[in-house]
């Protein structure tokens, strides 16, 4: 698809850096201040099971427990014996995040006594996962992504269509690979219970089918965004603050043994998880670093209000700012291009790192992903 030439009647703004039919994400053109971004609310919960099952509740709520002494987890236990793995063939696209809405609906329509008062008061629903995504990407050097948006109902649905590269990434990862993601789910496991006053369970059966998501509610510049994000678990202090500021995020990463290392972590590692904490308004990270061989040898926290700090030394490092500001354009050039409202049109927004984003038109696709018990409910 060629681009037009620059400086075009763009999405909403006179000066528009941008041609009306592709986005750049060349990061000195978001360098200005900071956009207005609300404090996130929770506006509910719900959860999966061990058979993915859907529950509007919090059921799958876990504590954090601080660990008692130096850690020494081994991260590879029970890979082989103990671990259910949810199948990541399915795609389940928005649908976890529909059924809530449909459960929710009365929180969520508001514009009052309008005939279309049934209709969403949100311009964008989404994962957290791909909004995150949006604000890695002027510094994405790896991994393209594309995008479909439906608009329906005046609410902009987007949800993530895998591209070839990660389906044959998916296909071809080693078993070291395979094993290295299990780790994550292993620390957790090592470091949360289930109810307030119990231990971690670091012996029992580890099942990444289950799921506790925050859905909650905020504004980006002009965009009144609905999202959802997995979360870890909470505080369990009850005098903790209420959610999503008593919400923690648990990773792990390998050991930062060289000034090389730690300059890699803050330009790369910290963004991912800076964005990715603080689009739902969760305040902190704790890190598990781990060795070669899976042990996790040392704990750390990283309030997510401190990573800006911390990567300012960094020579050519990640701005927050460049990040907000490509997501809220990106929204806007979203709001420009996908006019026409109707549940079987899918605009297709695909990226790869160094070109523009671009997008092509479908109707009546294997690209929809709006289903029809979503549709037919929201119609009635
Ligand atoms: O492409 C996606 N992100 C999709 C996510 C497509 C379809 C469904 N989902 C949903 C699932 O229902 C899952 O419960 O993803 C939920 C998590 O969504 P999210 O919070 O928006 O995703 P993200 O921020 O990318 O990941 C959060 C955590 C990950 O933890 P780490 O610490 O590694 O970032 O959710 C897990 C993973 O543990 N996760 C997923 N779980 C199920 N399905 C998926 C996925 N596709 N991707 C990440
Ligand atoms: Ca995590």
Not at 91 to 103: G, V
Not at 290 to 295: M, P, Y
Request: net charge neutral; with cysteine; proline share 6%.
């Amino acid at each position: 698809r060629p681009n037009r030439p620059q400086n075009q009647s763009g999405p909403s703004r006179g000066q528009n850096p941008h041609s009306s039919l592709s986005l750049s994400t060349r990061r000195e053109l978001y360098e200005r201040d900071f956009p207005v971004y609300k404090q996130p609310v929770e506006v509910g919960c719900f959860s999966l099971d061990s058979e993915r099952r859907f529950f509007n509740d919090g059921r799958q709520m876990r504590y954090y427990v601080e660990p008692d002494r130096s850690p020494n987890f081994d991260l590879r236990d029970g890979y082989k014996d103990r671990f259910i793995k949810r199948d990541d063939s399915v795609k389940e696209k928005l649908d976890h995040m529909l059924r809530w809405i449909l459960a929710n609906r009365s929180k969520l329509s508001a514009r009052g006594t309008t005939a279309s008062s049934c209709d969403l008061d949100i311009d964008f629903v989404t994962w957290r996962g791909h909004l995150t995504k949006l604000l890695t990407a002027p510094y994405e050097t790896r991994e393209g992504w594309q995008l479909a948006v439906t608009r329906f109902r005046g609410t902009l649905y987007i949800s993530e269509v895998e591209t070839e590269a990660a389906r044959r990434d998916q296909e071809n990862r080693t078993e070291r690979h395979e094993e290295m993601m299990y780790w994550g789910y292993k620390f957790e496991q090592y470091t949360c219970a289930d109810t307030v006053h119990g231990r971690p369970d670091p012996g029992g059966v580890l099942n990444t089918n289950e799921a506790f998501c925050t859905v909650v509610q905020t504004r980006l510049a002009d965009h009144r965004l609905l999202f959802s994000g997995e979360v870890d678990c909470r505080d369990k202090d009850p005098n903790a603050p209420a959610a999503p500021a008593c919400y923690i995020e648990l990773k792990t990463s390998a050991e930062i043994c060289t000034p090389k290392q730690r300059s890699n972590f803050h330009r790369f590692k910290l963004l991912k998880w800076w964005a990715q904490s603080f689009l739902p308004g969760v305040p902190r990270v704790v890190a598990g670093f781990r060795d070669e061989e899976g042990v996790v040898v040392a704990l750390e926290t990283f309030p997510i209000s401190k990573i800006s700090h911390l990567i300012k030394n960094e020579p050519n490092c990640w701005k927050p700012t460049v990040c907000m500001n490509f997501c809220s354009d990106f929204l806007s050039f979203v709001k420009h291009i996908a006019t026409e409202d109707n549940p079987s049109v899918v605009y297709l927004l695909s990226w790869e790192p160094r070109r523009d984003v671009t997008f092509s038109v479908h109707r009546d696709s294997p690209y929809c992903f709006l289903p029809h018990w979503f549709v037919e409910e929201m119609t009635s």
